[in-house]
């Protein structure tokens, strides 16, 4: 009898509405489910594919259950509303906001033969409620050694109860994967750094800060999925660290090592010592412009970055080129709108120019995004807060032969996102590169109401891998 036992939500005959919306809310819909089948199972996956289609650490999926499907709300239509992206031997497509980049899901691209329909996974993260009785974080999958730290690390359980990790071997990879993500492959061939980073040499007008000390060819190459967005991150220049305003955004790392605490002043101080902040960031906007409940950023200098050539390859080009047709189509359809925003034009910070299919999207009056249009990748974050805007140089030095407004936006700085990163270690947090806030994350506030359980054990997980890191706790600001 005890099998039987069935919670009061989970009886026969009854079902739930839960109801799911990005951030302009273009897309909004609904699902209807068996209470019997609550809380729906969720799972984060790892895979190099989701995180350079999402920007983010990991996708945050659960399977509904079969027959069951989005009802859209009008005017937000899976035509109308989405952008689909589907990849070399993809058997799910890709799914999110055409205006705000958010990922909302993947759908299969052959019908279930039983039901006649395609089955879907769903962003859990863009749905009003996160409770455990609705929706339950269950496994990490492709959270593998080689790629730690990474979310896995950082988040081993919630609310005590520890999370699976799924890492199967080549030969297990199929259809024991979980149900619409699709086969896992890598991404694009990508340039390598040194040969990508000495191409540019060429043109170099001084926007990475130092010429030939700039050192190129140790930058940190930063790529969307389908290759359409591809720029490096150089690292620290000694002119970068004798900037009183930039210096702000350079940390040493902490050691817990007695004997490498005692280092030299001045070696501590070198430039090639000092890493880039990051962290993690729980907020509301962050949240649903990327259908993810955390998003990772480091932040840098816009003239530290290096734009190159897209990386793009057959099969990609030909899908940005459809791409392009229909959005030229759908700009057509919507005549009564402003669509300033969502073509990319309101661009004050030059963001597009890190990639032939990078558009924007204002997710408050102060920010502006950047995502990919082709793979819906989230790339870039701007802010006119005047902690990210230098004051204005002497109108004799500029220090870099710009002008004073084109110096000005050289030195604002940006937050990049991680899950584009490509660190030749395999290290999804390029912790070799990067410095990791680990006292707390931002946008706790919103991010606790929606999902404490998560919230909480992220930041106690985050905390512990700290001591053992760095042997303290890192807490550099909101920055």
Same mark, same amino acid.
């Given at each position: 009898?005890?099998?039987?036992? !069935? ?10 509405? @839960? ?5 302009? +809310? ?38 509904l259950?079969?027959?069951? %499907? ?23 497509? !890709? ?8 990922? &909302?899901?993947? +759908?299969? @691209?052959e ?19 996160h /409770? ?5 974080? !269950?496994?990490?999958? *492709? ?17 005590? =109860? ?5 890492n ?10 979980? =149900? ?57 220049? #000694?002119?970068e ?12 790392e902490?050691?817990p ?7 030299s002043?001045a ?14 960031c729980?907020?509301?906007?962050? =949240?649903?412009?990327?259908?993810a ?26 899908? +940005?080129?459809?791409?392009? %047709? ?8 919507? #005549? /009564?709108?402003?669509? /300033? ?14 990639g032939?299919?990078?558009?924007? *999207? ?10 990919? $249009? ?6 870039? *974050? ?22 004073? %407004? ?7 700085? &940006? ?24 006292? !707390? ?27 053992? =890191?760095?042997?303290? %706790?890192?807490?550099? $600001?909101?920055?």
């Amino acid at each position: 009898m005890s099998a039987d036992l !069935r919670l009061p939500h989970q009886l026969a005959g009854r079902d739930k509405t @839960l109801r799911a919306a990005c951030h302009c +809310r273009r897309v909004e819909f609904t699902i209807t489910v068996p209470t019997s089948a609550l809380p729906l199972p969720v799972h984060l996956c790892h895979c190099s594919i989701c995180r350079h289609t999402h920007g983010t650490l990991s996708c945050f999926h659960a399977p509904l259950p079969k027959g069951v %499907q989005p009802e859209f709300v009008p005017p937000s239509s899976l035509a109308s509303s989405l952008t689909g992206y589907v990849h070399a031997q993809a058997v799910a497509e !890709r799914l999110f906001c055409t205006t705000c980049g958010c990922h &909302v899901g993947d +759908r299969s @691209l052959e019908p279930e033969p039983d039901t006649g329909l395609s089955s879907w996974v769903v962003a859990t993260s863009i749905f009003a409620a996160h /409770d455990e009785e609705t929706f339950q974080i !269950r496994s990490h999958c *492709y959270s593998t050694p080689a790629t730690e730290p990474n979310l896995a690390t950082w988040l081993p359980a919630i609310n005590g =109860r520890p999370i699976h990790l799924w890492n199967p071997s080549a030969e297990d990879v199929g259809d024991s994967t979980p =149900r619409g993500e699709g086969r896992k492959q890598a991404a694009p061939a990508i340039t390598t750094t040194a040969t990508a980073a000495h191409d540019d040499d060429d043109d170099d007008d001084g926007s990475g800060g130092g010429g030939s000390e700039d050192h190129a060819d140790q930058a940190l190459q930063a790529q969307c999925h389908c290759g359409g967005v591809s720029f490096a991150v150089l690292p620290p220049t #000694e002119q970068e660290a004798a900037d009183p305003f930039l210096s702000q955004f350079l940390q040493p790392e902490p050691s817990p090592d007695a004997g490498a605490a005692a280092a030299s002043e001045a070696e501590s101080a070198s430039a090639l010592r000092l890493k880039r902040p990051a962290g993690l960031c729980l907020c509301r906007d962050c =949240r649903l412009v990327t259908g993810a409940h955390v998003v990772a950023w480091m932040y840098a200098p816009l003239g530290w970055l290096r734009p190159r050539g897209a990386a793009m390859h057959g099969e990609v080009e030909e899908r +940005r080129q459809q791409r392009q %047709q229909q959005q030229q189509q759908k700009e057509q359809r919507e #005549e /009564d709108e402003d669509e /300033d925003e969502e073509k990319g034009e309101d661009d004050k910070f030059g963001l597009c120019k890190f990639g032939t299919t990078l558009r924007t *999207y204002r997710s408050s009056p102060p920010v502006t995004r950047a995502f990919c $249009g082709v793979c819906g990748a989230t790339v870039l *974050y701007a802010s006119d807060s005047p902690e990210r805007i230098p004051p204005p140089p002497p109108d004799d030095h500029t220090g870099s032969g710009a002008g004073p %407004q084109e110096e000005g936006l050289r030195r604002t700085v &940006v937050d990049v996102a991680v899950g584009i990163l490509r660190d030749p270690s395999g290290s999804v947090a390029a912790d070799q590169w990067l410095l990791w806030q680990t006292a !707390r994350c931002e946008g706790t506030e919103t991010g606790t109401e929606f999902d404490r359980g998560f919230a909480e054990g992220l930041e106690r997980g985050l905390a512990e891998w700290g001591l053992k =890191r760095y042997g303290t %706790q890192v807490d550099f $600001g909101s920055l």
